[in-house]
């Protein structure tokens, strides 16, 4: 059964740096492209960032870009997003989601999503 | 302000059809596949469509997806009131290189 467990979220101040992790089971980790999705609360679906399978292609949310990094680690079965700089925009719940089959790069199978707040 | 443009509810009885539309453009829906997802409001998005129209295992079949050039169509057909939810196209986009999702449709069963 495929599982993707979200953590690393909760309060932090504007201007202040998160990690965000997931860990992924039941899958083979290294052959799917991860994404990163958040939803602020009350609001609609909004992507992040994805990543290749050996990490040599990343792409990002506009507003997002020079801000936060996506990165996996495939001996470990886990995918990251570290986010400087937040602002109280980026409050939402972020859920990791890896694609439908090996060469798809639009979420297939979600995890349940760990929740940032960036508030003073 | 979302690139794929969803009308933001919808709404039928117990037995009937519902349509849900997304408009996008030639970078996005034209050219690449449309994904459909169906969130039941504080749970994560569950895949309902790859592909345009590609169902996965478990989903039932009252539910089918199609695309026609820059638009495509999610149709539910005997509706229940489990299939009370949001749902949301998504398609890869050529021009921003990402990833770009409908604002939504909540759907409503009376």
């Known amino acids: 059964e495929v599982q993707l467990v979200e953590s690393g979220g909760g309060l932090v101040q504007p201007g202040g740096s998160l990690r965000l992790s997931c860990a992924a089971s039941?899958?083979?980790?290294?052959?799917?492209?991860i994404n990163w999705v958040r939803q602020a609360p009350g609001k609609g679906l909004e992507w992040v960032a994805n990543?290749?399978?050996?990490?040599?292609?990343?792409d990002y949310e506009d507003s997002v870009k020079g801000r936060f990094t996506i990165s996996r680690d495939n001996a470990k079965n886990s995918l990251y997003l570290q986010m400087n700089s937040l602002r109280v925009e980026d409050t939402a719940v972020y859920y990791c989601?890896?694609?439908?089959?090996?060469?798809?790069?639009?979420?297939?199978?979600w995890g349940q999503g760990t929740l940032v707040t960036v508030s003073s | 302000q979302s690139v794929l443009t969803q009308p933001p509810s919808a709404s039928g009885t117990p037995g009937q059809g519902v349509t849900i539309s997304c408009s996008g453009s030639?970078?996005?829906?034209?050219?690449?596949?449309v994904y459909w997802y169906q969130q039941v409001p504080g749970t994560a998005p569950k895949l309902l469509f790859y592909?345009?129209?590609q169902r996965p295992s478990g989903v039932p079949d009252r539910f089918s997806g199609s695309k026609s050039g820059t638009s495509a169509s999610l149709a539910i057909s005997g509706l229940r009131s489990e299939d009370e939810a949001d749902y949301y196209c998504?398609?890869?986009?050529?021009?921003?290189?990402?990833?770009?999702f409908g604002g939504g449709t909540k759907l409503t069963v009376l």
């Open positions: 990543i290749k399978q050996d990490g040599s292609e990343k």
């Open positions: 998504a398609a890869w986009d050529d021009s921003l290189s990402g990833v770009v």
């Open positions: 030639s970078s996005n829906i034209g050219n690449n596949y």
């Open positions: 039941g899958f083979t980790f290294s052959s799917y492209r």
């Open positions: 592909r345009n129209n």
């Open positions: 989601a890896r694609g439908y089959d090996s060469s798809g790069y639009l979420p297939g199978y």
